[in-house]
């Protein structure tokens, strides 16, 4: 079982950007694929990036490639996986959750949140002037 904690969520003006991290804690933390995933007010959540455990493999959905990049860093007890957004727009006001599975990463696994085992709390992050 692993644990997952996110911080850097803000307010910041369009154009601005943020950098998101996500904590992930327990014994098999290092065999888990994490998936960044959003929502906003009345919509559904959905997969903004993603990145492999095995081999470092990046995905990202359409909206936001060219301007948010994923990313990890593997420590000795921890493994943070960061979200760098830049040039951010008002329509990626949402809440921020990362996520974490076991399965076998493909660019398609964001669409399916139910098979992401385990989730943080989230993060708010809201662009506006």
């Known amino acids: 079982q692993v644990q997952l904690v996110e911080s850097g969520g803000g307010l910041v003006q369009p154009g601005g950007s943020l950098r998101l991290s996500c904590v992930v804690t327990?014994?098999?933390?290092?065999?888990?694929?994490i998936g960044w995933f959003r929502q906003a007010p009345g919509k559904e959540r959905e997969g903004v990036s993603s990145?492999?455990?095995?081999?470092?493999?990046?995905?990202?959905t359409d909206s936001v490639k060219g301007r948010f990049t994923i990313s990890r860093d593997n420590a000795q007890n921890t493994q943070t996986i960061y979200l760098q957004m830049n040039s951010l727009k008002p329509e990626d006001t949402a809440v921020y959750y990362c996520?974490?599975?076991?399965?076998?990463?493909?660019?398609?696994?964001?669409?399916?949140?139910?098979?992401?085992?385990?989730w943080g709390q989230g993060t708010q992050v809201t662009v506006s002037t």
């Open positions: 996520a974490a599975t076991d399965l076998f990463l493909t660019d398609r696994l964001m669409s399916t949140l139910s098979l992401w085992d385990y």
């Open positions: 327990g014994n098999t933390r290092n065999y888990y694929n």
């Open positions: 990145i492999s455990s095995a081999d470092g493999t990046t995905y990202y």
